[in-house]
């Protein structure tokens, strides 16, 4: 449960960050969260990618890959700062040239079989939700939530325009920390992709559902061989210095600022 404990502090320094800063943006909490959890977490490594913001079209800020032995799962993160108060609903329907960003996510994700989710940063202390059942939960040091984008899209986007409430959204979320935390994750010493798995099967249910038809496509996301970019950053994670990484990979690499990598082999 070690990685379970960096993730709880981490989540609880980003509550304390925002309670005595309000203003802070979800760009500075996500280099601090995910550059804190390569730090501390086993396993865990992040890459920041060089390319300009602006150059990006699906609406990802970093891909997240969790790798088993056997198959891996792949998400597709946009992170989104929400406000107590504030309406959420044009953040969440936010749009540039490339047209809605929630669009793009979800197409991109569909497209080269990833899961789309986002990140909710948001004023802690007023939310008491569960890792999907009872287990130890702060919610004064709880500030981070993850959410399916297709229900996002499903509950807020897709209906008739209305004000949408942080607690709204909050409500179809669960905190960040249940992905290496809750009972109906990993269970077991072997802590395999399976059971990771069924924990988005079974409380991310939307996140496989084709937006057009409905389908649930139980495969989505999951990897049976990675792809090279994958690969490379995993085996080469020790060596510190990847100035030829983006050069090399360049075709492969998701559009989107950087890539997080958990590796679960050392202790399947």
Same mark, same amino acid.
Request: aromatic fraction near 12%.
């Given at each position: 449960? !070690?990685?379970?404990? #960096?993730?709880?502090?981490?989540?609880?320094?980003?509550?304390?960050?925002?309670?005595?800063? =309000?203003?802070?943006?979800?760009? $500075?909490?996500?280099?601090?969260?995910?550059?804190?959890? $390569? +730090?501390?977490?086993?396993?865990?490594?992040?890459?920041?990618?060089?390319?300009?913001?602006?150059?990006?079209?699906?609406?990802?800020?970093?891909?997240?890959?969790? !790798?088993?032995? @056997?198959?891996?799962?792949?998400?597709?993160?946009?992170?989104?700062? *929400?406000? *107590?108060?504030?309406?959420?609903?044009?953040?969440?329907?936010?749009?540039?040239?490339?047209?809605?960003?929630?669009?793009?996510?979800?197409?991109?994700?569909? %497209?080269?079989? %990833?899961? %789309?989710?986002?990140?909710?940063?948001?004023?802690?202390?007023?939310?008491? @939700?569960?890792?999907?059942?009872?287990?130890?939960?702060?919610? *004064?040091?709880?500030?981070?939530?993850?959410?399916?984008?297709?229900?996002?899209?499903?509950?807020?986007?897709?209906? +008739?325009?209305?004000?949408?409430?942080?607690?709204?959204?909050?409500? #179809?979320?669960?905190?960040?920390?249940?992905?290496?935390?809750?009972?109906?994750? /990993?269970?077991?010493?072997?802590?395999?992709?399976?059971?990771?798995?069924?924990?988005?099967?079974?409380? /991310?249910?939307? $996140?496989?559902?084709?937006?057009? =038809?409905?389908?649930?496509?139980?495969?989505?996301?999951?990897?049976?061989?990675?792809?090279?970019?994958?690969? =490379?950053?995993?085996?080469?994670?020790?060596?510190?210095? /990847? &100035?030829?990484? &983006?050069?090399?990979?360049?075709?492969?690499?998701?559009?989107?600022?950087?890539?997080?990598?958990?590796? *679960?082999?050392?202790?399947?």
């Amino acid at each position: 449960m !070690i990685n379970c404990y #960096h993730f709880r502090a981490a989540t609880a320094y980003v509550a304390g960050w925002i309670s005595a800063q =309000s203003s802070v943006g979800e760009e $500075s909490i996500t280099d601090w969260l995910l550059y804190d959890l $390569s +730090a501390k977490v086993s396993g865990l490594k992040y890459l920041k990618f060089t390319k300009p913001q602006e150059a990006r079209v699906t609406g990802a800020d970093w891909e997240w890959w969790f !790798i088993g032995n @056997q198959q891996s799962l792949r998400l597709r993160i946009q992170a989104k700062r *929400l406000r *107590l108060g504030i309406d959420a609903y044009p953040s969440l329907a936010y749009s540039n040239q490339h047209g809605l960003q929630i669009d793009k996510l979800l197409d991109d994700a569909r %497209a080269n079989n %990833a899961l %789309a989710f986002y990140v909710i940063y948001v004023e802690p202390g007023h939310y008491a @939700q569960l890792c999907g059942g009872p287990v130890p939960h702060e919610p *004064l040091n709880q500030a981070i939530y993850l959410a399916a984008a297709n229900t996002i899209n499903r509950r807020f986007i897709s209906p +008739a325009r209305r004000h949408v409430s942080v607690d709204d959204v909050v409500e #179809h979320s669960n905190p960040i920390e249940c992905l290496v935390c809750c009972p109906y994750t /990993f269970q077991t010493a072997k802590k395999s992709i399976d059971e990771l798995d069924q924990f988005v099967n079974r409380y /991310f249910r939307d $996140s496989r559902v084709d937006g057009n =038809s409905d389908i649930v496509e139980e495969r989505r996301g999951l990897y049976e061989e990675l792809p090279g970019y994958v690969s =490379s950053l995993v085996d080469h994670s020790k060596d510190g210095r /990847f &100035e030829w990484y &983006e050069r090399e990979f360049s075709d492969q690499l998701p559009d989107a600022d950087g890539i997080v990598t958990l590796d *679960l082999r050392s202790v399947e």
